[in-house]
């Protein structure tokens, strides 16, 4: 038992310089302007379904851009709400905005990659800027990030946002995303190795190289993928192609989700299908989760009622390195304290919401999202 903790304590050191690294990683660069005539025509490109909270904030910080070449194209996706309305009176007030009608979701397509390969037919820019409907973008948002996806010669550039957080549980479980993959995936490997089994894809913002986009298959490439931001990295990779990953604060904010029960379903939705749809490989994640994350606190705890010093030492060294990452993670992102004081429930809950989408795909008929029921079956056109 010792010598697990000891293990564990030496593991968890590790980690915490991974963190140090990543951070470094993500420092403040500068970069060279490009020139007017340098710049390439962009197409921004947001699917919609049912955003009618979301779609005008978005799609007016979008037109309104200090940017002198681009296009900005909505897919209303069969929204069951007032996006269609919205989008209508958005038109009468911009008369460049465009808006596309989503055909019929074909059989063992996901509702999303079938709305931006749709997205992707209508438009004609060198660049592919795909956004999400719960993003608002600042007025320098498409000028900073192709500059910077110019100077770094990306051929995808995804951007990590300001995250909004408004309610307890955005608060308080939120910042797990960012806590996950800065404590497990080093960024500098992300950037340099060829390897697909070190990338990074972040939804709400991924711009490509148009011919790059292309060379990958696109969204049709990867029609059933649920989380289809990370495969869409792994292949720009598989091409030998460059992904790049940055801190986006200054380009966007994204409020994903605003209430206990979407946070539930939105992650459900994603965890066990990112993972392969393998029960082997999702347990194992979580068991190990589990062990580096919530066990010290609890370990605290109970080397303290046995009277075991050398115990409670390394469980209180664990403690510490877990909340020192966590505030360095916080303030890099501005993502408040919240998550920091309740680092154990926290990940309790992270771990729960994983149980739950292995529970959705394995007991109930699949991943549920925005009235769409998605199964392992079904996206894998094993069924009719």
């Not at 050191?13 to 660069?29: A, D, E, P, Y």
Request: hydrophobic residues 45%.
């Amino acid at each position: 038992m010792a010598e697990i903790i000891t293990f564990i304590s030496l593991f968890l050191t590790g980690i915490f310089f991974i963190v140090l690294w990543n951070m470094r990683v993500f420092r403040k660069r500068t970069y060279n302007d490009i020139p007017v005539s340098g710049l390439p025509f962009v197409s921004v490109l947001i699917p919609a379904r049912n955003e009618e909270r979301n779609i005008r904030e978005c799609v007016e910080s979008l037109l309104i851009q200090n940017y002198k070449k681009f296009e900005v194209i909505v897919l209303n996706d069969n929204s069951e709400d007032r996006t269609g309305e919205i989008l209508e009176e958005l038109k009468n007030k911009y008369e460049d905005l465009k808006i596309i009608h989503g055909k019929t979701l074909p059989e063992g397509w996901t509702g999303k990659n079938y709305a931006c390969h749709q997205l992707y037919q209508a438009s004609r820019g060198d660049y592919l800027l795909f956004t999400d409907a719960d993003t608002v973008h600042f007025r320098d948002s498409i000028l900073n990030s192709v500059t910077r996806s110019l100077n770094r010669k990306a051929d995808l550039y995804t951007l990590i946002p300001k995250m909004t957080l408004n309610t307890f549980a955005e608060k308080m479980i939120m910042p797990g995303l960012h806590f996950t993959t800065f404590t497990m995936l080093p960024y500098y490997l992300a950037e340099t190795l060829k390897s697909p089994a070190f990338a990074m894809g972040v939804g709400p913002f991924l711009l490509f190289k148009r011919e790059s986009y292309e060379a990958i298959g696109g969204h049709e490439a990867l029609k059933n993928e649920l989380v289809e931001d990370v495969r869409l990295a792994k292949n720009i990779k598989r091409f030998g192609y460059k992904v790049i990953v940055n801190k986006g604060l200054d380009i966007y904010s994204c409020r994903m989700y605003q209430s206990f029960r979407e946070i539930w379903e939105g992650f459900s939705k994603n965890i066990f299908p990112g993972m392969g749809y393998s029960s082997l490989t999702l347990f194992s994640v979580f068991f190990v989760y589990l062990m580096l994350f919530f066990v010290p606190f609890a370990g605290v705890a109970v080397s303290l009622a046995a009277g075991n010093e050398y115990l409670l030492y390394n469980f209180l060294y664990q403690v510490f390195l877990l909340l020192t990452m966590r505030v360095i993670i916080n303030s890099s992102f501005k993502l408040g304290f919240i998550s920091a004081l309740l680092h154990p429930a926290g990940i309790l809950i992270i771990s729960m919401i994983g149980f739950n989408s292995w529970r959705w795909n394995k007991i109930g008929k699949g991943s549920l999202w925005k009235g769409r029921t998605y199964s392992e079956i079904m996206l894998k056109g094993e069924t009719s």
